[in-house]
Nanobody
Framework: EVQLQASGGGLVQTGGSLRLSCVAS????????VTWFRQVPGKEREAVIC????????YSADSVNGRFTASRDDARNTVYLQMNDLRPEDTAMYYC????????????????????????WGQGTLVTVSS
């Protein structure tokens, strides 16, 4: 059974940083696009950043450009979300999700932000940014 374990959330002050981790079991993340989503109660799940299966190219939401980055450690089968300059509006439950890389990275530019694309989801880790 495929499992994604997201961790690293917590309480941080405005301007602070956190690094989230997404560890996969039963699959190799080297063949999946990995995306971080976030959701606050009453709102739709929002795509934050997607990293390609092999390499380090990313797609990201305008709201996090220049503040959030994604990276991968293939030896640990882990993808990270580094969040800097955090703001209260970043407060949310953060989820990682994976989609098998059938599509080319360039074509994925019009799909990465759609929740329907993803085969497996982690359980979420809560990030709270205090003002």
């Amino acid at each position: 059974e495929v499992q994604l374990q997201a961790s690293g959330g917590g309480l941080v002050q405005t301007g602070g940083s956190l690094r989230l981790s997404c560890v996969a079991s039963e699959i190799s993340l080297k063949t999946y696009y990995v995306t971080w989503f976030r959701q606050v109660p009453g709102k739709e799940r929002e795509a934050v950043i997607c990293i390609e299966s092999v390499g380090s190219r990313t797609y990201s939401a305008d709201s996090v450009n220049g503040r959030f980055t994604a990276s991968r450690d293939d030896a640990r089968n882990t993808v990270y979300l580094q969040m800097n300059d955090l703001r209260p509006e970043d407060t949310a439950m953060y989820y990682c999700a994976v989609d098998y890389d059938y599509s080319t990275w360039e074509r994925y530019s019009s799909r990465w932000y759609r929740t329907i694309e993803y085969d497996h989801w982690g359980q979420g880790t809560l990030v709270t940014v205090s003002s």
